[in-house]
């Protein structure tokens, strides 16, 4: 769905849920933007028991001027509107929103999927705030956000809020928009510092004093009072200044879920793989190594856990996440290779990029993947490889030469890749410019003389590569610990569905 889609509508009412936040009026204010540049009768609301009463909101309306209007539902009157009605950053039908009824309804949000019976929808909740999705949306119409007074301030401070003050940001499109939209930082710092009520001091007090503790993998995990999602990183952040406290989950109930801010201070914790685990299946989370945040969607949980209370269950799945995972220090490691088969890359092309022929050498870069950010600089025999599945990954020409040969060929990535959901960036971080990997890439295929020795993982690994002793790579039960037959010590890890892409058995 685009939004180009829904411009045979008129008029057009956008709703926000709730007790909207900063990421839904924001992301309101874009598509009223949108919809009003088209000549269409445009109205952004919200319903819900209470009006907005946070100052920081507030402040938000009155300075960028957002037209946002309050429908009661205790007035006794049906709440309907004319044509079309968008929900953003919710969903129809779902806990968190007051019923609204409209001729045709459609859904732009980015948390998991509540409601799947409605045909105009666009959930993607993968993304951090639903003003990145707006964001995309308006920059896929070529809609130039500078047009509309304040949009762009809109727009970064409900990513801002929404992933903890740019903390919890993981995925590339929220990071593509934190670097490119144009936004008033004076106006920033206003909100910023208007957050935190009395209100909620006390409840980050509270919830500090309720703490629990495991002594075996030092972690902590507190149960707070409803507030906003800031407080929760609030909490988190001072719990890590505990000498003895390595990471932590902060979690407060919401009306449709939990909330929750996760913290590590030790590499062996990647904050943002730790999320994902606490989230799967029942909702999503990302961020940074050292911090991230996530949502569990209250539905999905109930179903899964219908007699385990909250604080049961993150203290009991933390345990479970420490308990289900061995660590490799590559460099020192003595790995036994008695017990793994012995296997050969297949003669599958991928991509590669000389990073001396794209910007200076000595340029400090940053490649940006949906699997993060990697930030080096050029350097005369530094090569990316592009993988099959959109994956990049740093060689060196001397590496690079023994184990590929190129081809003179286009390298084409919609065509060469499995998942196309982003395609990789090149950032200059001297000037600030982006550059699409893609349009430096030529194709090269293996030569037959990487040789591993491989095995099925049963259990969770972390590896600490040779190469990287500071993030380890991450194995799950089915993938394949790998090292290289003339380099024991160049140990890795290759998810299942590319191993069996990507290497056969060696005869």
């Given at each position: 769905?685009?939004?180009?889609?829904?411009?045979?509508?008129?008029?057009?009412?956008?709703?926000?849920?709730?007790?909207?936040?900063?990421?839904?009026?924001?992301?309101?204010?874009?598509?009223?933007?949108?919809?009003?540049?088209?000549?269409?009768?445009?109205?952004?609301?919200?319903?819900?028991?209470?009006?907005?009463?946070?100052?920081?909101?507030?402040?938000?309306?009155?300075?960028?001027?957002?037209?946002?209007?309050?429908?009661?539902?205790?007035?006794?009157?049906?709440?309907?509107?004319?044509?079309?009605?968008?929900?953003?950053?919710?969903?129809?039908g779902a806990g968190n929103v007051t019923g609204i009824s409209g001729e045709k309804v459609?859904?732009?949000?980015?948390?998991?999927?509540?409601?799947?019976?409605?045909?105009?929808?666009?959930?993607?909740?993968?993304?951090?705030?639903?003003?990145?999705?707006?964001?995309?949306?308006?920059?896929?119409?070529?809609?130039?956000?500078?047009?509309?007074?304040?949009?762009?301030?809109?727009?970064?401070?409900?990513?801002?809020?929404?992933?903890?003050?740019?903390?919890?940001?993981?995925?590339?499109?929220?990071?593509?928009?934190?670097?490119?939209?144009?936004?008033?930082?004076?106006?920033?710092?206003?909100?910023?510092?208007?957050?935190?009520?009395?209100?909620?001091?006390?409840?980050a007090g509270i919830a500090m004093i309720r703490y629990s503790y495991n002594d075996d993998?030092?972690?902590?995990?507190?149960?707070?009072?409803?507030?906003?999602?800031?407080?929760?990183?609030?909490?988190?952040?001072?719990?890590?200044?505990?000498?003895?406290?390595?990471?932590?989950?902060?979690?407060?109930?919401?009306?449709?879920?939990?909330?929750?801010?996760?913290?590590?201070?030790?590499?062996?914790?990647?904050?943002?793989?730790?999320?994902?685990?606490?989230?799967?299946?029942?909702?999503?989370?990302?961020?940074?190594?050292?911090?991230?945040?996530?949502?569990?969607?209250?539905?999905?949980?109930?179903?899964?856990?219908?007699?385990?209370?909250?604080?049961?269950?993150?203290?009991?799945?933390?345990?479970?996440?420490?308990?289900?995972?061995?660590?490799?220090?590559?460099?020192?490691?003595?790995i036994d290779v008695s017990n793994m088969k012995k296997y050969t890359k297949k003669n599958?092309?991928?991509?590669?990029?000389?990073?001396?022929?794209?910007?200076?050498?000595?340029?400090?870069?940053?490649?940006?993947?949906?699997?993060?950010?990697?930030?080096?600089?050029?350097?005369?025999?530094?090569?990316?490889?592009?993988?099959?599945?959109?994956?990049?990954?740093?060689?060196?020409?001397?590496?690079?030469?023994?184990?590929?040969?190129?081809?003179?060929?286009?390298?084409?990535?919609?065509?060469?890749?499995?998942?196309?959901?982003?395609?990789?960036?090149?950032?200059?971080?001297?000037?600030?410019?982006?550059?699409?990997?893609?349009?430096?890439?030529?194709?090269?295929?293996?030569?037959?003389?990487?040789?591993?020795?491989?095995?099925?993982?049963?259990?969770?690994?972390?590896?600490?590569?040779?190469?990287?002793?500071?993030?380890?790579?991450?194995?799950?039960?089915?993938?394949?610990?790998?090292?290289?037959?003339?380099?024991?010590?160049?140990?890795?890890?290759?998810?299942?569905?590319?191993?069996?892409?990507?290497?056969?058995?060696?005869?």
């Open positions: 769905m685009t939004l180009k889609d829904l411009e045979i509508y008129d008029p057009i009412t956008i709703q926000c849920h709730d007790n909207p936040d900063a990421d839904a009026i924001g992301s309101g204010y874009g598509l009223y933007c949108y919809f009003k540049s088209k000549g269409k009768d445009v109205r952004l609301v919200y319903s819900g028991r209470n009006q907005i009463t946070k100052s920081n909101l507030l402040l938000m309306i009155e300075k960028l001027e957002i037209p946002i209007d309050y429908m009661n539902p205790f007035r006794g009157e049906i709440l309907h509107v004319e044509g079309l009605l968008i929900t953003v950053d919710c969903q129809y459609a859904i732009i949000d980015h948390h998991q999927v509540e409601i799947d019976n409605v045909e105009n929808s666009l959930i993607v909740p993968a993304l951090g705030s639903c003003c990145t999705l707006v964001w995309k949306l308006l920059t896929d119409e070529k809609f130039p956000i500078s047009s509309c007074p304040n949009l762009g301030t809109a727009l970064y401070y409900g990513l801002y809020t929404d992933t903890n003050q740019m903390a919890e940001i993981r995925n590339p499109l929220d990071m593509d928009m934190r670097d490119e939209i144009e936004y008033d930082k004076s106006l920033l710092v206003l909100f910023r510092n208007s957050n935190l009520s009395l209100r909620e001091l006390e409840v993998y030092e972690f902590a995990v507190i149960k707070s009072q409803p507030c906003d999602p800031n407080i929760l990183g609030l909490i988190s952040d001072f719990l890590l200044q505990v000498d003895v406290i390595k990471s932590c989950v902060v979690f407060n109930e919401t009306n449709d879920g939990f909330k929750l801010s996760v913290r590590s201070c030790v590499k062996e914790v990647n904050a943002s793989e730790l999320v994902a685990y606490l989230t799967e299946n029942i909702g999503s989370g990302g961020g940074h190594y050292e911090k991230a945040g996530g949502f569990v969607s209250r539905k999905l949980y109930e179903e899964r856990y219908p007699t385990l209370h909250a604080e049961a269950y993150f203290n009991n799945r933390m345990t479970q996440y420490f308990d289900g995972f061995d660590l490799i220090y590559a460099e020192k490691y003595d599958i092309p991928i991509g590669y990029v000389k990073t001396a022929e794209v910007l200076p050498v000595g340029t400090p870069i940053t490649i940006r993947t949906l699997e993060g950010d990697m930030e080096m600089k050029v350097e005369e025999d530094l090569y990316i490889l592009i993988g099959i599945k959109g994956e990049v990954y740093p060689n060196r020409r001397e590496k690079f030469e023994r184990s590929y040969k190129t081809l003179d060929q286009k390298y084409r990535f919609e065509e060469m890749v499995l998942s196309r959901d982003y395609v990789p960036t090149i950032k200059n971080r001297d000037d600030g410019s982006t550059l699409l990997i893609t349009d430096y890439a030529r194709v090269c295929v293996p030569t037959g003389q990487v040789h591993i020795h491989a095995k099925e993982l049963k259990r969770g690994v972390k590896v600490f590569t040779a190469w990287d002793k500071e993030r380890y790579m991450l194995g799950k039960a089915g993938d394949y610990l790998a090292v290289r037959c003339e380099d024991r010590h160049d140990i890795y890890v290759v998810e299942r569905d590319i191993f069996g892409r990507t290497y056969e058995e060696s005869i």
